[in-house]
């Protein structure tokens, strides 16, 4: 049985013959937008739970990635399912470029706010070969003489904003793309990134080295490479720049030891779930 | 450039006047057109608009040589060079580094190392399409289906036309080409039709398939033996959910947009869980593949016309290769072999066909539905688990039935409704909108897709999700 009409659809000339369902559903529809980001709905449910580490993954599409191989490291191990809360956090296409559509610094608050994170993994930039429009709404053309500088402000303004969630901050760099243009772009952001941490001088910002296929050497892309057992797979997808599973995975077992690092040296210990192999993994 | 994105909305907003102002003059409004849509491409890499172009260069010169030679033997010959050509091409982007690396496992697995190095070149966005656009066409004129057109500026505008190129429907050359003739008549555009589907797409895409995704399915998937069984369940027909509003929504917008322009395309869904067989349900989905395969891999094969195992061989490989055309994986293999064995059990069961459809009792047709809806749930599993053992984990831990407890909030359920809702709805509902529309005074004209975008867009997820097909 469907309502015949509904009267602000039959004053817009436009009343269809809608099932009830649909009609109860409008005004949840209506408040989509104050629905909550997603992911982040299962994490402040569980953001009460004081005894838990709670991990926010927070940027552009690629810490989607680390938190999808940091969630299965996690996963595995009951124990750390138990100690550790994983936030996901990251934005598709987004970047320091763009505030009109997503002003990171307020967002990394809001996250802070919302998911109160012990730890958080940033990784931003890749979508930022592009004219910037800041929080204010002032833009700045892209290859403008004062691109550079503004994107540094852009990026101080961003890790500020991430250091003052009161978090531990591991700003991972981007790792190598297919594209020999977005390797140089990247190479001068993860310099920028480095730096800009140093100066800041926050003991609790860290600047995390990014994921290599090769331990040493000069670093280039492969989209394919050895899994865990040795054998040949797809690590990086067809776009060049993200991860496929497999490639998550080398990566994860690349950024856990560093964050469990970066928690032991915050006296936050996880020694009770994991041994010497899966502390180095 | 994505459909829902304020570049593309600025992107038509320039095209869709200037392709009217020129409707008067063909020719012109054609190179502005495939100006467009070339600058469309170029939106993810410049350089591989010379590969689309050479594409359209090599299948506009075949079909000239195919169309004049007179000896079948010759025409066939230029053919096979052509198609060679296409996918060789295809081949080269797309498949090449997974068989060197099968190639390098394999040995390995017996001992022998091999020296074969892989390539590190881009896959070229909407390459399996424009191939299978380019395929049409010199089929159809090697069969004199077809006369080959002697403007070049048809065949660049068939392939490449932005609505359909980056992810389809895959547009017949004989249906597109017929409209390329003469100015498009305005009467002719379905406005109501064709702005709800475009705004009904961008629901389904930004709202439904983005926050399934997003807020459940990914998660479920990430690591499956780690998730209960009842959300193994759900996240099955999450996805089934969330590719269906992914993949159908890129279409319905793009024929919504051809539309606008004065371009038909194709049908490309038609209601696909509500499918009552396996054959049914390739009716229902991706219908201009499944057609496509059909004229053009399932008959050339020999289709049904030579016995039982030759038209199960047939099937199986057909839909194989149309497994294996989504991407270079086992999973796509195993998830296409998948299907051509229930066509395949469905046919030697007498299920299949429009007879055996008459015969069904509504209590057949209704465990025809349930058992087929199962199915196709069940095998999206391999097309959307990232491995082997991802999938062997889903299966395993989603059967053993250990854990009946959830993570679907009530927000994503809300959501899970509003995308079922899209197979609820009759049909006759959407007509009575579209004509509603179509009926209305100019200010609620303006007004209803302004409105409906304002409030699709703020009730986006932020960032932007490529679709689903991009990759394929």
């Not at chain 1, 865990?228 to 599973?245: K, N, P, S, W, Y």
């Not at chain 2, 909407?126 to 069969?143: E, G, K, N, P």
């Not at chain 2, 062997?392 to 250990?402: E, K, N």
């Amino acid at each position: 049985m469907g309502i015949r009409t509904g009267f602000w659809l039959r004053a817009a000339g436009m009343a269809p013959c809608l099932p009830l369902p649909l009609y109860l559903l409008l005004p949840l529809y209506l408040l989509l937008p104050l629905g909550v980001a997603p992911g982040s709905a299962a994490a402040m449910a569980t953001a009460e739970a004081p005894a838990k580490i709670r991990i926010a993954f927070a940027g552009d599409s690629i810490v989607d990635n680390y938190w999808s191989g940091v969630g299965r490291i996690v996963d595995a191990n009951p124990c750390l399912k138990n100690s550790i809360e994983l936030g996901r956090f990251a934005r598709n296409g987004t970047g320091l470029t763009r505030g009109d559509r997503i002003y990171w610094p307020r967002e990394i608050k809001r996250i802070g706010d919302n998911f109160k994170p012990t730890l958080s993994v940033l990784s931003i930039g890749l979508n930022d070969q592009q004219f910037i429009v800041d929080g204010s709404g002032v833009r700045t053309a892209w290859g403008a003489p004062d691109w550079t500088d503004k994107y540094r402000h852009e990026l101080d303004e961003f890790l500020q904003a991430a250091v003052a969630t009161r978090s531990i901050v591991l700003m991972v760099g981007m790792p190598a793309m297919r594209d020999a243009n977005d390797n140089n772009a990247i190479n001068g952001k993860n310099a920028m990134f480095e730096a800009a941490i140093a100066a800041l001088g926050d003991p609790n910002l860290h600047y995390v080295e990014p994921w290599r296929l090769r331990p040493a050497g000069a670093e280039s892309f492969a989209s394919y490479g050895p899994d865990r057992t040795g054998r040949l797979v797809q690590i990086r997808t067809a776009d060049g720049q993200h991860f496929t599973a497999a490639g998550e995975d080398l990566a994860a077992s690349y950024l856990f030891p560093k964050i469990v690092e970066a928690l032991e040296a915050a006296g936050k210990n996880l020694d009770q779930c994991l041994t010497k192999q899966t502390k180095d993994e | 450039m994505l459909f829902p994105t304020i570049e593309f909305a600025v992107f038509f907003a320039v095209v869709f006047p200037i392709t009217w102002l020129l409707n008067d003059h063909n020719t012109w409004k054609k190179l502005f057109l495939v100006a467009a849509s070339y600058y469309f491409y170029a939106f993810w890499r410049v350089d591989f608009t010379l590969l689309l172009f050479a594409s359209s260069l090599l299948n506009y010169l075949a079909a000239l040589v195919i169309g004049r030679l007179q000896s079948r033997a010759w025409r066939l010959a230029v053919l096979w060079i052509a198609v060679a050509a296409n996918l060789g091409l295809l081949g080269y982007f797309k498949y090449y580094n997974f068989f060197v690396a099968q190639l390098i496992n394999g040995f390995d697995a017996v001992g022998l190392k091999v020296d074969v190095g892989f390539i590190e070149l881009p896959l070229p966005v909407a390459i399996s399409f424009f191939t299978f656009h380019a395929l049409s066409y010199i089929i159809d004129v090697y069969r004199r289906a077809l006369k080959p057109t002697t403007s070049l500026l048809d065949i660049l505008f068939y392939i490449s036309f932005f609505p359909h190129l980056i992810a389809g429907p895959i547009v017949r050359a004989n249906k597109f080409l017929a409209q390329t003739v003469g100015r498009r008549d305005p009467a002719n555009i379905r406005l109501g039709q064709s702005v709800f589907l475009i705004i009904g797409g961008l629901f389904k895409k930004v709202i439904v398939a983005n926050y399934l995704s997003t807020g459940f399915v990914d998660g479920v998937f990430r690591d499956p033996t780690a998730a209960s069984s009842l959300d193994l369940v759900l996240g099955m027909y999450a996805y089934a959910l969330q590719i269906y509003c992914d993949f159908s929504a890129y279409t319905d917008i793009a024929i919504g947009i051809a539309n606008l322009l004065g371009y038909e395309f194709p049908q490309n869904f038609n209601y696909p869980y509500r499918a009552v067989s396996v054959q049914d349900f390739w009716r229902r989905w991706h219908m201009s593949l499944s057609s496509w395969l059909r004229d053009y891999l399932y008959i050339p094969l020999g289709g049904s016309k030579f016995g039982t195992f030759a038209t199960y061989r047939n099937i199986m490989i057909t839909m194989a290769l149309g497994g294996l055309w989504h991407g270079a994986s086992w999973a796509f293999l195993i998830w296409g072999a998948l299907h051509g064995a229930a066509l395949v059990i469905e046919r030697a069961l007498g299920l299949a066909g429009e007879a055996a459809a008459k015969q069904r009792g509504p209590l057949a047709t209704a465990f025809g539905w349930l058992v087929t809806l199962q199915f196709v749930c069940l095998a999206w599993i391999f097309f959307r688990a990232p491995s082997t053992d991802a999938w062997l984990g889903y299966f395993s831990t989603m059967f053993a039935g250990a854990r009946w407890t959830t993570t679907m909030t009530p927000f994503v359920a809300v959501i899970f409704v509003l995308g079922a809702l899209s197979h609820v709805l009759p049909p006759r509902w959407l007509e009575a909108l579209d004509k509603r529309y179509d009926r209305a005074s100019l200010p609620v004209k303006v007004a209803v897709p302004f409105v409906a975008i304002y409030l699709i867009a703020i009730a986006a997820p932020g960032g932007i999700a490529p679709f689903i097909y991009f990759q394929f």
